[in-house]
């Protein structure tokens, strides 16, 4: 007998995957947790049905996020990630040098838990002496956070349920408040294919905050439509450069200089989303 997992993408076309069997399946206060082993992208992080992260093309998204804000700034030290319970950001956080505390603020223990006991190769760096993770709501954490971070990721879910408030315009204004005077902030902001208004939407609020507000593109081929979108705000640094000054980070698999410039370049109907 062959078993399917299924996520829908839009109410008329998804993505299904073999898979070898379910290793958890939970509710926490929050969400559905689950956790499948599937033959194209082995383990499988899901949240309410919806794919989080693979263990095949995790290090695309976690790459992508960690290390283009971190690299475009001269010397991120403090470092602050709203959501990313599974840890693959922090795990690219803490290849950097400069980093002196990364702080998770996730609001469900059991995210962590379930990727600590069954991703181990995307939660191991959360056991880094840097990190401090606490189990917090990211916008109180965010609004009482004042120049505290030189770098804040938004590692969220879809924009339904508890991640609403994280593309909420209002929240990127005190992202502009938690952050020091050359600070940069970057979001995940979904499939410019499906969601275009999402995309432009999120643009134009963090726009209404950083004087510097750019649009970066990775191929995630477990996400919807595969072409996803990542928000930068900064106040000062033009995230498409890279601050050659620091040290780079080295052995990642898609991110590397040429990428981290290339990633900006848009098509066109993913410019106009963001048109001034
Ligand atoms: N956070 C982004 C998940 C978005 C996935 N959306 C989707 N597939 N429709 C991922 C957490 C990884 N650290």
Not at 39 to 54: S, Y
Not at 152 to 171: K, R
Not at 190 to 203: I, L, N, T
């Amino acid at each position: 007998m062959e078993l399917w997992y299924t996520e829908k993408h839009t109410a008329n076309v998804g993505m299904i995957c073999k898979i070898r069997g379910t290793l958890l399946r939970k509710r926490s206060p929050y969400q559905e947790i689950a956790v499948i082993d599937t033959e194209q992208f082995g383990r499988m992080l899901l949240l309410d049905g919806i794919v989080q992260t693979t263990v095949a093309d995790e290090f695309v998204y976690h790459e992508m996020i960690a290390h283009v804000p971190l690299n475009a700034h001269p010397n991120p030290r403090k470092v602050a990630v709203i959501g990313g319970g599974d840890g693959g950001t922090i795990r690219e956080i803490v290849k950097h040098d400069t980093v002196e505390k990364a702080v998770l603020v996730e609001i469900d223990a059991e995210v962590i838990e379930a990727s600590r006991r069954y991703l181990p190769e995307i939660s191991c760096g959360l056991d880094d002496e840097r990190v401090e993770i606490l189990i917090a709501d990211g916008i109180e954490h965010i609004r009482q956070s004042k120049n505290v971070y030189d770098v804040i990721i938004i590692d969220s879910t879809d924009p339904v349920g508890p991640a609403v408030g994280l593309f909420a315009p209002e929240f990127y204004g005190s992202v502009y408040e938690a952050l020091k005077d050359d600070g940069i902030m970057v979001a995940q902001t979904e499939s410019p294919y499906y969601e275009p208004e999402q995309v432009a939407r999120v643009f134009t609020g963090v726009n209404s905050h950083f004087p510097i507000t750019k649009l970066y593109l990775a191929h995630i081929p477990s996400y919807s439509s595969g072409l996803w979108s990542f928000t930068i705000g900064s106040k000062k640094h033009d995230p498409a450069v890279i601050n050659r000054g620091k040290p780079q980070v080295c052995g990642t698999k898609y991110y590397n200089a040429d990428v981290h410039t290339a990633a900006f370049a848009l098509p066109e109907f993913v410019r106009q989303l963001v048109k001034p």
